[in-house]
């Protein structure tokens, strides 16, 4: 079938206000679902990141609480493990887009360290909504848009709708007040239309070849909307 890039942070922790580093990576369901569902319908997956570091999986996001109980969270975990293109990452600057049907960027805390200021991801994420091709973020992936900046200093993804984390989960999780910055607030700042939904609940906005996601419950329909454009 066809290759679908994934584009995970490198980051092991987030930089709050304080200049304490919070633990976190990607988020273990918003990378495992989609994966599932690529790799059911017959697609070959790569996984890029900045430098080619090994991407680091919150471990928040594989506890039982999280999870809906312990049984699942073991499953999930079990899942990463099979996912080994995990284990050899392309460094993210070497990666040419005409190899891939489309782009997929997962989120947890760590794209908001990393990918919100990665040069080489905000140009492969200009040439990846520029040519058409299917791109696809969920949760705080959106963080990586704001990278994706043209020449004249304005942001490729002004004036597209989106789904991303909100401020108000980010409330309810308890970092917001933590946090230099919200990325529901950043977005809007760079010319993002954020689509806010009921927090925690599945949320997809698709506004031409750009599919996003609001959270992790999002991540099987971001998935589904996904193959759709694959067609």
């Known amino acids: ?12 922790h987030w930089t ?34 900045p430098g ?8 928040a996001s ?12 073991d499953e999930l975990a079990r899942a990463l493990e099979e996912m080994a293109e995990l284990r050899t990452p392309a460094k993210l600057a070497e ?6 049907a489309a782009v997929f960027y997962p989120g947890g805390h760590g794209p908001m360290e990393d990918l919100a200021v990665d040069a080489e991801s905000g140009r492969l994420l200009v ?12 949760c705080h992936g959106p963080a990586a848009l704001l990278a994706a ?8 993804f002004a004036g597209y709708r989106a789904a991303a984390f909100t401020n108000e989960e980010e409330i309810q999780g308890g970092l917001a007040g933590q946090a230099r910055w919200l990325l529901q607030d950043r977005l809007t700042e760079a010319g993002v239309d954020v689509r806010a939904s009921e927090p925690w609940a599945p949320h997809v906005v698709v ?9 992790p419950a999002s991540s099987v329909p971001v998935a589904e909307e996904l193959l759709k454009l694959l067609g």
Do not use: C
């Open 16 to 49: 709050l206000a304080d200049g304490t580093a919070h633990p976190t990576g990607f988020w273990a369901e918003e990378a495992v679902v989609p994966y599932r569902a690529l790799k059911a319908a017959g697609h070959e997956i790569v996984v890029a990141t």
């Open 52 to 59: 080619g570091v090994v991407p680091p999986v919150d471990r």
């Open 149 to 156: 900046v043209r020449p004249d200093g304005t942001n490729a």
């Open 207 to 215: 506004d031409r070849n750009l599919v996003t996601g609001q959270n």
């Open 127 to 138: 040439a990846a909504l520029d040519s058409g091709k299917p791109l696809a973020v969920v």
């Open 1 to 12: 079938m066809s290759k679908i890039l994934f584009v995970l942070t490198g980051a092991d």
């Open 62 to 73: 594989l506890a039982a609480e999280v999870n809906g109980g312990q049984e699942k969270a």
């Open 95 to 100: 990666v040419d887009l005409d190899d891939f």
